[in-house]
């Protein structure tokens, strides 16, 4: 150190000194409560290179950890931490040179190497005009601070967690309407392709309906052929045309409710269809009113395809057909049952039945009916049965067959 320096210094120590001896000597009611008070406190003297410490409290010490002797005579610098930022020693310096009081928070190194923050509060102590001392007294904060950091840092946290929330947010809501836009897309084209559908269905079932108009119309034609030759043959071949006359106007029937009556073109509600082939037959054979009755009971949630409704009219119109010509001989009266119901296994049971003589003691030979009733059924996948009833009179045709609109694979259980 140059000799004009090291003079100036030793010079600068020993006004402190005598600062320090002349403060203390005073004594006195300040100097008591000064040191008394639990607030940490230093007064400064400005008139000295350095602005040095010339005496401080017992709470500044145990703040700072240091002896009064390490304390007094050095400058405010020595506490600040190695953390600090170099613009508040800047600060307090261009505040005492401005002869002004300030406030800052200094982050402070204690004599054991901790970090404390404190709150400084420096001010000037004015006599004629001219600065004499600096009373300076210290907050401990360090809690508030680091609350403050702590608060900051979970902020800090909280913004990060919000920022990549609101991506992924952003990304899902990307996403979500990338799909509903797909789904509006795929609608668009799924009503399209149902209006194409429903056009396609329409025009569908108009072909069905006249295939099926057409195929009455033909029917009807044949019928009216058969009628004509009928009357003008012989009584056995007449006899013979008639019942192929009736067999065409049974699936006639069915092709006319296909065509005008049936909701869909190629479905048929049974029960109505029963209903009227029993009526048309009673017209058709019963010479005297009264004579005989056909009764219909059949479950209304058959509704079946022209496949499985032609061949069950055939067998009840040939099974009536054998009980009008037979069962009623010499005009005796009676009573013709026509029963379908579905069973909760899967199967339907069509049974037709009588009250008239019974069956004789062996088959026809060469019954046509019959074959054709076990033919029919076959068609159907089912089993015939034909026995005297357990009253002794009459004879039963029953019919047993899968239902056509449960799964397939019934045909096991015949």
Same mark, same amino acid.
Request: contains cysteine; charged residues 30%.
């Given at each position: 150190?140059? /000799?004009?320096?090291?003079?100036?210094?030793?010079?600068?120590?020993?006004?402190?000194?005598?600062?320090?001896?002349?403060?203390?000597?005073?004594?006195?009611?300040?100097?008591?409560?000064?040191?008394?008070?639990?607030?940490?406190?230093?007064?400064?003297?400005?008139?000295?290179?350095?602005? %040095?410490?010339?005496?401080?409290?017992?709470?500044?010490?145990?703040?700072?950890?240091?002896?009064?002797? =390490?304390?007094?005579?050095?400058?405010?610098?020595?506490?600040?931490?190695? $953390?600090?930022?170099?613009?508040?020693?800047?600060?307090?310096?261009? !505040?005492?040179?401005?002869?002004?009081?300030?406030?800052?928070?200094?982050?402070?190194?204690?004599?054991?190497?901790? =970090?404390?923050?404190?709150?400084?509060?420096?001010?000037?102590?004015?006599?004629?005009?001219?600065?004499?001392?600096?009373?300076?007294?210290? +907050?401990?904060?360090?809690?508030?601070?680091?609350?403050?950091?702590?608060?900051?840092?979970?902020?800090?946290?909280?913004?990060?967690?919000?920022? !990549?929330?609101?991506?992924?947010?952003? $990304?899902?809501?990307?996403?979500?309407?990338?799909?509903?836009?797909?789904?509006?897309?795929?609608?668009?084209?799924?009503?399209?392709?149902?209006?194409?559908? =429903?056009?396609? +269905?329409?025009?569908?079932?108009?072909?069905?309906?006249?295939?099926?108009?057409?195929?009455?119309?033909?029917?009807?034609?044949?019928? /009216?052929?058969?009628?004509?030759?009928?009357?003008?043959?012989?009584?056995?071949?007449?006899?013979?045309?008639?019942?192929?006359?009736?067999?065409?106007?049974?699936?006639?029937?069915? $092709?006319?409710?296909? /065509?005008?009556?049936?909701?869909?073109?190629?479905?048929?509600?049974?029960?109505?269809?029963?209903?009227?082939?029993?009526?048309?037959?009673?017209?058709?054979?019963?010479?005297?009113?009264?004579?005989?009755?056909?009764?219909?009971?059949?479950?209304?949630?058959?509704?079946?395809?022209?496949?499985?409704?032609?061949?069950?009219?055939?067998?009840?119109?040939? /099974?009536?057909?054998?009980?009008?010509?037979?069962?009623?001989?010499?005009?005796?009266?009676?009573?013709?049952?026509?029963?379908?119901?579905?069973?909760?296994?899967?199967?339907?049971?069509?049974?037709?039945?009588?009250?008239?003589?019974?069956?004789? %003691?062996?088959?026809?030979?060469?019954?046509?009916?019959?074959?054709?009733?076990?033919?029919?059924?076959?068609?159907?996948?089912?089993?015939?049965?034909?026995?005297?009833?357990?009253?002794?009179?009459?004879?039963?045709?029953?019919?047993?067959?899968?239902?056509?609109?449960?799964?397939?694979?019934?045909?096991?259980?015949?």
């Amino acid at each position: 150190m140059p /000799a004009q320096k090291k003079s100036r210094t030793r010079q600068g120590q020993a006004q402190s000194e005598r600062a320090v001896v002349d403060l203390a000597a005073l004594g006195g009611p300040f100097v008591e409560a000064f040191d008394a008070t639990r607030m940490p406190m230093a007064i400064t003297d400005p008139n000295v290179a350095g602005n %040095p410490i010339i005496y401080c409290n017992a709470a500044f010490l145990q703040m700072c950890g240091y002896d009064r002797k =390490e304390v007094l005579g050095q400058d405010y610098f020595f506490l600040i931490g190695r $953390h600090t930022d170099p613009s508040v020693a800047q600060r307090i310096k261009d !505040a005492v040179a401005a002869r002004r009081e300030f406030t800052e928070d200094i982050l402070f190194h204690t004599k054991d190497g901790r =970090e404390i923050w404190v709150a400084a509060l420096v001010d000037p102590m004015v006599e004629n005009d001219r600065v004499v001392r600096h009373f300076v007294s210290f +907050l401990d904060i360090t809690d508030r601070v680091h609350r403050e950091q702590e608060l900051r840092e979970a902020k800090a946290t909280l913004d990060r967690r919000v920022t !990549a929330r609101t991506k992924r947010l952003q $990304h899902a809501k990307d996403k979500l309407e990338e799909e509903v836009e797909r789904r509006r897309r795929t609608e668009a084209l799924l009503r399209d392709s149902l209006a194409e559908g =429903e056009v396609a +269905l329409s025009f569908r079932d108009f072909l069905i309906q006249e295939v099926h108009h057409r195929t009455k119309n033909a029917l009807q034609l044949a019928t /009216a052929l058969l009628q004509l030759q009928a009357r003008q043959s012989e009584p056995l071949v007449r006899s013979a045309l008639d019942v192929a006359t009736g067999r065409l106007m049974r699936i006639g029937e069915v $092709h006319e409710m296909l /065509a005008y009556q049936s909701e869909t073109p190629n479905t048929i509600e049974v029960a109505p269809y029963l209903l009227r082939l029993g009526q048309s037959m009673v017209e058709g054979l019963v010479t005297k009113p009264g004579q005989i009755e056909v009764e219909v009971e059949a479950d209304e949630e058959a509704v079946w395809s022209p496949d499985v409704v032609i061949p069950l009219g055939l067998i009840v119109g040939e /099974a009536v057909t054998n009980a009008f010509k037979h069962a009623f001989p010499e005009g005796r009266r009676g009573r013709i049952l026509v029963d379908l119901s579905l069973a909760d296994d899967g199967l339907v049971r069509l049974r037709i039945e009588d009250d008239g003589i019974g069956l004789p %003691p062996s088959r026809r030979k060469g019954s046509l009916g019959l074959k054709l009733i076990e033919t029919l059924a076959q068609q159907i996948q089912g089993k015939v049965e034909i026995v005297r009833r357990e009253s002794g009179t009459g004879t039963a045709v029953s019919v047993t067959f899968p239902d056509p609109s449960t799964a397939a694979g019934y045909s096991d259980q015949l």
